[in-house]
């Protein structure tokens, strides 16, 4: 069946960097939009960047733009969300989600979350 691994969280202090993995399986990845997704308790679960099926476009929230960068590897069938310059604000816990619209239905999976924690 799918499955979509995170991995990468951890703690780091403010001004530092993480790389964040997905690695997918169970499905044709190359076929799929991937996001990344985040969400602290208490708040609803917020988009973070997107990329669309070959790569070729890039979409991110305005709290990250310059700061993350989103790419995809679809021989290796993995996405990653390069993190940099993090803000404590940044803890949550980070979701990635593959989508696919096709013949009017949403095919749709989502990780188990990766922990990424920001100290100050």
């Known amino acids: 069946q799918a499955q979509l691994v995170e991995s990468g969280g951890g703690l780091v202090q403010a001004g530092g960097s993480l790389r964040l993995s997905c690695e997918a399986s169970?499905?044709?990845?190359?076929?799929?939009?991937m996001s990344w997704y985040r969400q602290v308790p208490g708040k609803e679960r917020e988009l973070v960047a997107g990329?669309?099926?070959?790569?070729?476009?890039?979409n991110y929230a305005d709290s990250v733009k310059g700061r993350f960068t989103i790419s995809r590897d679809n021989a290796k069938n993995t996405v990653y969300l390069e993190m940099s310059s993090l803000k404590p604000e940044d803890t949550a816990m980070y979701y990635c989600?593959?989508?696919?619209?096709?013949?009017?239905?949403?095919?749709?999976?989502w990780g188990q979350g990766t922990q990424v924690t920001v100290s100050s």
């Open positions: 989600n593959a989508l696919r619209r096709r013949m009017g239905y949403d095919y749709e999976f």
């Open positions: 169970g499905f044709t990845f190359s076929t799929y939009a």
């Open positions: 990329i669309m099926s070959s790569g070729g476009t890039t």
